[in-house]
Each structure stands twice: as structure tokens, then as C-alpha cells.
């Protein structure tokens, strides 16, 4: 386990762009824009692994009714 630990890495375009099945998932993270310090390079990027998304509940879309409701479509 890493502790006080960044690591940053320059965007490089759609080079290493990679399609893969969505079952091979295991998490998903996100690449922030490193905050620019003096004497830094320029576009630096960094890995946030714990974006919010576990406060979230996945709903997919729920077509509304003929009526405007949403709803499950049972009476």
C-alpha cells in the first residue's frame, strides 16, 4: 500500500486507447487535471480512484408512462 503517494503522467492523446468488454471491469477511475505548481510541466494528470460514485445508485432510465408518470408500468 502506497501513503502520501502521487503519481502524475502526461496526456497523451487516443494513443493508448484501448476497447475492452464491459465485463472485464473491475473499477472505474478517473484522470484529474494535476493543479499546475511553479516549475511544474505542463499537462500533468493524476489517477482519483474514489471519485464520489459510491454515493450513487445506478437507475438506468425510466420511460415515462403515456400519462407523463414515471413509474414500473403496474397498476
Known amino acids: 500500500m502506497s501513503?502520501?503517494?502521487?503519481?502524475?503522467?502526461?496526456?497523451?492523446?487516443?494513443?493508448g486507447l484501448r476497447v475492452i468488454e464491459v465485463t472485464d471491469i473491475l473499477c472505474v477511475v478517473s484522470m484529474q487535471p494535476l493543479p499546475k505548481?511553479?516549475?511544474?510541466?505542463?499537462?500533468?494528470?493524476?489517477?482519483?480512484?474514489?471519485?464520489?460514485?459510491?454515493?450513487?445508485?445506478p437507475t438506468g432510465y425510466i420511460e415515462p408512462g403515456a400519462d407523463g408518470e414515471l413509474g414500473d408500468g403496474e397498476e
Do not use: M, Q, R
Open 3 to 15: 501513503s502520501h503517494t502521487l503519481i502524475a503522467c502526461a496526456h497523451i492523446g487516443n494513443a
Open 37 to 57: 505548481l511553479p516549475d511544474d510541466p505542463e499537462n500533468l494528470w493524476f489517477v482519483l480512484e474514489k471519485s464520489g460514485l459510491d454515493d450513487t445508485e
